[in-house]
T-cell receptor, first 112, second 117 residues
Framework: GDSVTQMEGPVTLSEEAFLTINCTYT??????LFWYVQYPGEGLQLLLK?????DKGSNKGFEATYRKETTSFHLEKGSVQVSDSAVYFC???????????FGAGTRLAVHP | GAVVSQHPSWVICKSGTSVKIECRSL??????MFWYRQFPKQSLMLMAT?????????EQGVEKDKFLINHASLTLSTLTVTSAHPEDSSFYIC?????????????FGSGTRLTVV
C-alpha cells in the first residue's frame, strides 16, 4: 500500500544551520505531497505542498521539490531559527477519499 | 481561512467510561472528516474516514464498536471512545475536508489528549 518514510529524529541544529529532512514515498499513481508542522501542544499546520513532478513547494523559507524519479520530497531550509523547533511530518494524499498518509515525523530542535 | 474547532482539548476519564470528542468546521462545510490518533513521539495513524450522512470507513485494525464515529451534519463529526481503557490514552486529532473541488482543503483540529486512569 501507499506509505511515507521519513528520516528518524531528533535532529538537533544550531541557529542559522542548514536543514534537510529526508522523505521518500511509495504510492500508486501520482500522489500529492505535503509537509506539515506540529508545534508543541498544537495540531498540524500545512507547511508546503506539491502536486506534480518537479513542483517545488515553499513557505517560510522552507522548500521541498517533488522528485518522481527518486520518489522523494525532502524538506530543506537554508538557515533555521529557534522558532522552527517542532515536529515535521511528510505526507501524501491517496485513496478514494483523498486521505492523508503520514510519515513517522521528525523532531527538530534548534538551539541558540 | 478554514477553521476546525476540536474539543475538549484534554480529558481524563476513568477506565470503563465513554468519552466523546467533537470536531466542528466553523466557516465551511466539511463533507469528509478524518480521525487520527497519535501516540507519544509517533506519527498520526488514520483511524477512520467519515462522510456526512453515511457510515464511517475504518482502517484495518481499528475497532468500529469501540471508536464510534458520527458525522450527522456538514459541520460536526464526533468520535466516542467507548469503555475506555488505559491503552486508549492517546492524542486524537480530527481533520476536515471541504468542497472536493478544492485540492488542498485539509484543516486540522488542535487535538484532544485523552488520559484513561
Amino acid at each position: 500500500g501507499d506509505s511515507v518514510t521519513q528520516m528518524e529524529g531528533p535532529v538537533t541544529l544550531s541557529e542559522e544551520a542548514f536543514l534537510t529532512i529526508n522523505c521518500t514515498y511509495t504510492a500508486t499513481g501520482y500522489p500529492s505531497l505535503f509537509w506539515y508542522v506540529q508545534y508543541p501542544g498544537e495540531g498540524l499546520q500545512l507547511l508546503l505542498k506539491a502536486t506534480k513532478a518537479d513542483d517545488k513547494g515553499s513557505n517560510k523559507g522552507f522548500e521541498a521539490t517533488y522528485r518522481k524519479e527518486t520518489t522523494s520530497f525532502h524538506l530543506e531550509k537554508g538557515s533555521v531559527q529557534v522558532s522552527d523547533s517542532a515536529v515535521y511530518f511528510c505526507a501524501l494524499r491517496a485513496g478514494g477519499y483523498n486521505k492523508l498518509i503520514f510519515g513517522a515525523g521528525t523532531r527538530l530542535a534548534v538551539h541558540p | 481561512g478554514a477553521v476546525v474547532s476540536q474539543h475538549p482539548s484534554w480529558v481524563i476519564c476513568k477506565s470503563g467510561t465513554s468519552v466523546k470528542i467533537e470536531c466542528r468546521s466553523l466557516d465551511f462545510q466539511a463533507t469528509t472528516m478524518f480521525w487520527y490518533r497519535q501516540f507519544p513521539k509517533q506519527s498520526l495513524m488514520l483511524m477512520a474516514t467519515s462522510n456526512e450522512g453515511s457510515k464511517a470507513t475504518y482502517e484495518q485494525g481499528v475497532e468500529k464498536d469501540k471508536f464510534l464515529i458520527n458525522h450527522a451534519s456538514l459541520t460536526l463529526s464526533t468520535l466516542t471512545v467507548t469503555s475506555a481503557h488505559p491503552e486508549d490514552s492517546s492524542f486524537y486529532i480530527c481533520s476536515a475536508r471541504d468542497n472536493p473541488t478544492r485540492n488542498y482543503g485539509y484543516t486540522f483540529g488542535s487535538g484532544t489528549r485523552l488520559t484513561v486512569v
